[in-house]
């Protein structure tokens, strides 16, 4: 399957800051997925992009895929405690419908 | 409500020993999913169902089966091939479909599975 690269693995954010994780790839990708896994829970769907340069938002979360479909960003303002756990981005493949996972950000907020 | 629901949550198993682990959904989706999760490496995907009575290898196949006799149900064997189990175990399904088709290919994943080997 495609290789999708996630960094920062880990990501310690002080409680209203911002921060930003990233996900590459060396092919262009179909589009990409994100997915939340709390603690102890199992990953949840977000949200999907598919086309060049779109940009979504879900309140204080916002995603983009580059223009080059090969990256993507989520970017999370004022962060709060419920913001911990772990973001997952995945790229399908357009082949078979496979989906690759990145190795996850693991947040932590300090109040 | 519809949703994925595996067994055990948990289970505990000694070294050498065949472990099944259930995946059911009522979703109606076609396509069925295992994934196997380490610390700090993700999702790795184990094997897949798209149809019934068929089922693919993922990228860490080796040391698990899986059957696919119903739709709704996906149970995958750890068998005593695995040489390292001990992990937790993601069964997911989705809808499978063109990429612009709303909810097409965005996975459902149950509740987990945590094997550990002793």
């Known amino acids: 399957g495609q290789q999708v690269m996630q960094i920062p693995q880990y990501q310690h954010v002080q409680e209203g800051e911002d921060f930003t994780t990233y996900c590459n790839s060396s092919?262009?990708?179909?589009?990409i997925q994100w997915y939340k896994q709390r603690p102890g829970g199992h990953p949840v769907f977000l949200i999907q992009?598919?086309?060049?340069?779109e940009v979504k938002k879900q309140k204080r979360l916002t995603f983009q895929f580059g223009e080059a479909k090969k990256n993507s960003s989520l970017h999370i303002t004022a962060t709060q405690t419920t913001d911990v756990g772990t973001y997952f981005c995945?790229?399908?493949?357009?082949?078979?419908?496979?989906?690759?996972f990145g190795a996850g950000t693991t947040v932590t907020v300090r109040a | 409500d519809g949703g994925i629901t595996q067994s055990p949550k948990y289970l505990f198993r000694k070294e050498g020993q065949n472990v099944t682990l259930s995946c059911e959904q009522n979703?109606?989706?076609?396509?069925m999913y295992w994934y196997r999760q380490d610390p700090g490496q993700g999702l790795r995907l184990i094997y897949y169902?798209?149809?019934?009575?068929?089922?693919q290898k993922g990228d860490i196949a080796e040391g698990y089966s899986v059957s696919r006799e119903k739709k709704e149900s996906f149970p995958l064997t750890v068998t005593s091939a695995q040489k390292n189990p001990t992990a937790f175990y993601l069964c997911?399904?989705?809808?499978?479909?063109?990429?612009?088709?709303?909810?097409?290919?965005?996975?459902?994943f149950g509740a987990g599975s945590r094997l550990t080997v002793l």
């Open positions: 979703l109606n989706h076609d396509a």
């Open positions: 995945a790229a399908l493949s357009s082949n078979d419908y496979k989906l690759s």
């Open positions: 169902s798209q149809i019934v009575n068929d089922f």
């Open positions: 997911a399904s989705d809808r499978q479909g063109a990429l612009a088709l709303p909810g097409a290919n965005v996975l459902t």
């Open positions: 092919t262009t990708l179909s589009n």
């Open positions: 992009l598919v086309k060049s340069g």
